[in-house]
C-alpha cells in the first residue's frame, strides 16, 4: 500500500523539485524557447507578407505584359498596314510612270514616224522631179534636133496658148 499512495514527504520534495526546474527552464529555456517561437512566427509571417507581395508583383507584372504585348501587336498592325500602303502607293506610281513613259515613247514614234513619211515623200517628189526633167530634157532634145519637128513643136505650142 506504501507503493501506491505517495506519501506527503514524496509529494512535497516532487512539488519543490518541480517548481525548481520551472523556475530553471522559466529563467533559462523558456525565453529563448518563446523567443525562437516567436521569431519563428514573424518570419513565417514575414514570408507569407513576401509570398503574397511577389504574387501580387507577378500579377502586375503578368497584367504590364499583356498590356505591353497589346500595344506591340496593335503597333505591328498599323506598321503592317502603313508598309501595304506605301506599297501600294509605290506601286501606282510606278505603274503611272511607265503609262506616261509608254505614252511618250508611242508619241515619239508617231512623230518620228511622220517625220520620216515627210522625208521620204520629199525625196520621192524630187527623184520624180528630176526623172521628169531628165525625160523632158530628152525629149525635147529629140524634137528639138529635127527641124521639122521644131516647127511643129512651136506650133501646137502657138496653138494651145492661143485655146488657152
Not at 41 to 47: L, V, Y
Not at 49 to 61: P, S, V
Not at 86 to 95: D, G, L, N, Q, V
Request: no cysteine; aromatic share 4%.
Amino acid at each position: 500500500m506504501d507503493l501506491i499512495t505517495p506519501g506527503l514527504g514524496l509529494v512535497f520534495w516532487t512539488v519543490i523539485t518541480f517548481l525548481f526546474l520551472l523556475f530553471i527552464l522559466t529563467k533559462f529555456a523558456w525565453k529563448p524557447i518563446l523567443g525562437a517561437v516567436n521569431e519563428r512566427e514573424d518570419s513565417i509571417k514575414n514570408a507569407l507578407l513576401e509570398a503574397d507581395k511577389a504574387r501580387q508583383e507577378m500579377e502586375d507584372l503578368k497584367s504590364d505584359n499583356q498590356k505591353i504585348l497589346k500595344e506591340a501587336r496593335a503597333e505591328r498592325d498599323a506598321m503592317l498596314k502603313e508598309a501595304h500602303d506605301i506599297k501600294e502607293k509605290i506601286i501606282s506610281e510606278a505603274k503611272e510612270q511607265a503609262k506616261e513613259q509608254a505614252n511618250k515613247l508611242v508619241e515619239q514614234a508617231k512623230a518620228t514616224i511622220e517625220n520620216e513619211k515627210l522625208n521620204a515623200i520629199t525625196d520621192l517628189k524630187n527623184q520624180v522631179a528630176a526623172l521628169s526633167i531628165d525625160i523632158a530634157e530628152k525629149v525635147v532634145k529629140e524634137q528639138l534636133s529635127n527641124r521639122e519637128k521644131q516647127d511643129k513643136l512651136v506650133e501646137s505650142m502657138l496653138n494651145e496658148v492661143n485655146l488657152n
